[in-house]
C-alpha cells in the first residue's frame, strides 16, 4: 500500500488529519438563473427555454446537466443492499450549518430535512466507498472529460413515510437579502443511486426545470451541485425509500476552502493537505 492510497480517506479524529479547513476564497455569488421563459436556454440549443430545458411537456428530453443511468447495479444487488440496510440503525440527518467557520463539519436538526441516515458498520461503508470511486472515476469523469479532487463518503439515507427533503442546492446557499444565490461548499457534482421502488412519492424534483424523476432500483443520476440544480425530495406515502448519495469536487475548479471536506476520498494528490504529505527523500 502507497503513503497515498493508505491516507486517501481522511476523517476528522481519525488522528490523521493534521490540518485545518478554512475559507481561503471569498464567497461567490452566482449569475441569475433560470434565464426568462422566452429567453435563450443555457444549455446553447439556441430554442426558448420554456420549450426546452424548461419545458413542461411530458414528454420532453432529460435537461442539461442532468445524467441518468439505469439499472447500474442490478435488482439482486440492489435488493441485497436494502435488506442489510433495513437491519441497520439509523438516525435523523441533520442539514449543513452553512454559518459556521467550517460547513462541511457544523450541522443541525432543521424541519426542511425528515430524512435517516443509516449506519452501515465499516465493512460496508468501505464497499460503498469503491463502488462509488468506481462512478466517479470510471463513469462520471469519462463522460465530463474531467478529473475529480476528491469526493465526500456516500452515505445510505432512509426515507420512511413523510420523509422529505424540501427544494435545496446542494454547494450554494440563498441570500434573501441579495435575493441571491452565492457559492458555499466546495462540491460540483452531486450523486444519487437508487436502491428501490417499492413506495410512493418520493421523486427527485428539479424546480427551475419542470423536470421530475421516480426513482428505480439501480438508477444512478448525476448533476451539477449549483443553485441552477436546486432539487428537493418529494415526501414519500407509503414503504421506504434508500437512496445512496455523495458530492464530488472537480480537479480543475477553483476551491473556496482549504483543506478537504469532513470525511472526503482523496483522488487527485496535488489536493492532498501539505503537513500530510510524504516528505521528500534527500
Known amino acids: 500500500m502507497t503513503f497515498l492510497s493508505s491516507l486517501k480517506w481522511v476523517r476528522r479524529g481519525s488522528g490523521l488529519t493534521r490540518y485545518t479547513r478554512r475559507m481561503a476564497n471569498t464567497q461567490q455569488y452566482r449569475a441569475p438563473f ?6 435563450p436556454c443555457f444549455c446553447g440549443s439556441g430554442r426558448r427555454f420554456k420549450h426546452c430545458c424548461g419545458s413542461a411537456d411530458p414528454m420532453r428530453s432529460v435537461p442539461h446537466g442532468i445524467d441518468i443511468v439505469e439499472d447500474f447495479l442490478s435488482p439482486d444487488e440492489c435488493r441485497e443492499w436494502v435488506e442489510f440496510a433495513a437491519a441497520r440503525p439509523s438516525e435523523r440527518l441533520r442539514v449543513i450549518d452553512w454559518k459556521a467557520a467550517d460547513p462541511s463539519v457544523a450541522r443541525k436538526l432543521d424541519d426542511r430535512r425528515v430524512t435517516e441516515r443509516v449506519h ?25 472529460g474531467r478529473k475529480f479532487a476528491w469526493f465526500e463518503s456516500p452515505q445510505v439515507l432512509k426515507y420512511n413515510v413523510g420523509g422529505f427533503y424540501e427544494a435545496h442546492a446542494d454547494a450554494d446557499s440563498y441570500d434573501a437579502e441579495r435575493r441571491g444565490w452565492y457559492h458555499h461548499l466546495d462540491r460540483d457534482v452531486s450523486l444519487l443511486l437508487y436502491l428501490n421502488d417499492d413506495f410512493e412519492g418520493g421523486e427527485l424534483q428539479f424546480e427551475y426545470f419542470n423536470f421530475r424523476i421516480r426513482p428505480r432500483p439501480g438508477m444512478l443520476v448525476w448533476f451539477p451541485s449549483d443553485a441552477r440544480y436546486f432539487h428537493r425530495a418529494n415526501p414519500v406515502q407509503s414503504g421506504t425509500r434508500y437512496a445512496v448519495v455523495s458530492w464530488a469536487a472537480l480537479s480543475d475548479t477553483e476551491k473556496l476552502h482549504d483543506g478537504l471536506p469532513d470525511r472526503a476520498v482523496l483522488l487527485d494528490p496535488k489536493f492532498l493537505p501539505a503537513s500530510m504529505r510524504q516528505p521528500e527523500a534527500r
Not at 34 to 39: I, L, N, Q
Request: proline share 6%; charged share 35%; glycine share 6%.
Open 34 to 39: 433560470p434565464p426568462g421563459r422566452s429567453e
Open 120 to 144: 452501515m458498520g465499516d465493512d460496508r461503508d468501505a464497499q460503498l466507498r469503491e463502488l462509488v470511486e468506481r462512478i466517479y472515476v470510471s463513469t462520471i469523469a469519462s463522460r465530463l
